[in-house]
């Protein structure tokens, strides 16, 4: 794989993001508390820029009024449609249905066996060598 500088460590806040171009790929590259992910900045549902999306974190439930809301600053939220992919590993938070009303059967089931979507951003591996941020591509 070839090597491309992406930026300067400096350049890229803590909870900062930026967008990029590699070989013709849009890419962004997110820092989280010093440790740097990258994505395809396209959204696998219809194309939108995930770096113009908001950050946020996981809200889960473990029963009516129970909330817990970790991983802040891990979850980019698709400015268009809202769908949502952890910068860690590019995997979707959401899938949803189309417009229509259809009835559906209905089972228990525990949380994590549903937290993966069925689609996946694409992911680049990022390293920091010297003061520069390097992607391999």
């Known amino acids: 794989m070839a090597k ?14 930026l967008a990029t171009t590699v070989k013709g790929r849009p890419i962004v590259v997110f820092n989280r508390d010093g440790q740097y992910f990258a994505l395809l900045d396209r959204c696998p549902h219809s194309g939108a820029r995930l770096s113009r999306g908001v950050l946020t974190g996981l809200l889960r439930s473990d ?3 129970c909330f817990n809301y970790s991983r802040p600053g891990e979850i980019i939220k698709c400015p268009w449609h809202g769908w949502e992919f952890d910068i860690r590993s590019g995997r979707s938070y959401c899938s949803p249905g189309s417009v229509k009303t259809k009835a559906y059967d209905v089972e228990v089931q525990s949380g994590r066996e549903l937290e993966r979507g069925p689609f996946v951003a694409e992911t680049f591996s990022v390293s920091v060598e010297d003061t ?6």
């Open 4 to 17: 491309h500088v992406i930026a300067a460590v400096g350049d890229i806040p803590n909870g900062g993001r």
């Open 63 to 65: 029963g009516p009024g």
């Open 132 to 137: 520069y941020i390097v992607l391999d591509l």
